[in-house]
T-cell receptor
Framework: NAGVTQTPKFQVLKTGQSMTLQCAQDMNHNSMYWYRQDPGMGLRLIYYSASEGTTDKGEVPNGYNVSRLNKREFSLRLESAAPSQTSVYFC???????????FGPGTRLTVT | SQKIEQNSEALNIQEGKTATLTCNYTNYSPAYLQWYRQDPGRGPVFLLLIRENEKEKRKERLKVTFDTTLKQSLFHITASQPADSATYLCALPRSGGYQKVTFGTGTKLQVIP
């Protein structure tokens, strides 16, 4: 039981490049989330998916897109990376909306 | 707007003492509150959930209280150990639904041997 896995662990991009962060969970959870964590700002929700086939914007969605590929996988795409997107990105999942969230190990992204 | 406040300054405490961390919130009435632990370089790990109709909840050396009048939750670690050193985050559901929670910025706890 791997829980929530994320790839890659680290990434360096140049401004304007694109990339997709991958997330998968093996706990049969309905809800999945993408957060970014910056010093002094805490965790901020980018997008979430309440169930397979649905996605919704969170607090800071600009510059990102998501895909809920199936129940297990939820990807986050940066179409044109900007230095302001330098952050640590966490994927999380939960069985029900009020349930505890299980987090992945994070992706540390640097945009130069 | 909704706001969650956790003491941004680190809390240093002697091993064996009780650590008490505070989570204050304003401008809404959450149905529940969660506490997470985060170690450096890792994702947060869920510890406890307390509902609005529960005054107190315990799990091993952890105790959480929830005062909806004061709009405050206290998180206690009794008989603290160096292994308890981490950042502790509180999280509350956003108003209008359970689908999203807002996390506080966390308080860093350092337990000194």
């Amino acid at each position: 039981n791997a829980g929530v896995t994320q790839t890659p662990k680290f990434q360096v991009l140049k401004t304007g490049q694109s990339m997709t962060l991958q997330c998968a969970q093996d706990m049969n959870h309905n809800s999945m989330y993408w957060y970014r964590q910056d010093p002094g700002m805490g965790l901020r929700l980018i997008y979430y998916s309440a169930s397979e086939g649905t996605t919704d914007k969170g607090e800071v969605p600009n510059g990102y897109n998501v895909s809920r590929l199936n129940k297990r996988e939820f990807s986050l795409r940066l179409e044109s990376a900007a230095p302001s997107q330098t952050s640590v990105y966490f994927c999380a999942s939960s069985g029900r909306a009020e349930d505890e969230q299980y987090f992945g190990p994070g992706t540390r992204l640097t945009v130069t | 707007s909704q706001k969650i406040e956790q003491n941004s300054e680190a809390l240093n405490i002697q091993e064996g003492k009780t650590a008490t961390l505070t989570c204050n919130y304003t401008n809404y009435s959450p149905a529940y509150l969660q506490w997470y632990r985060q170690d450096p370089g890792r994702g947060p790990v869920f510890l406890l959930l307390i509902r609005e109709n529960e005054k107190e909840k315990r799990k091993e050396r952890l105790k959480v209280t929830f005062d909806t009048t004061l709009k405050q939750s206290l998180f206690h670690i009794t008989a603290s150990q160096p292994a308890d050193s981490a950042t502790y985050l509180c999280a509350l559901p956003r108003s209008g639904g359970y689908q999203k929670v807002t996390f506080g910025t966390g308080t860093k706890l350092q337990v000194i041997p």
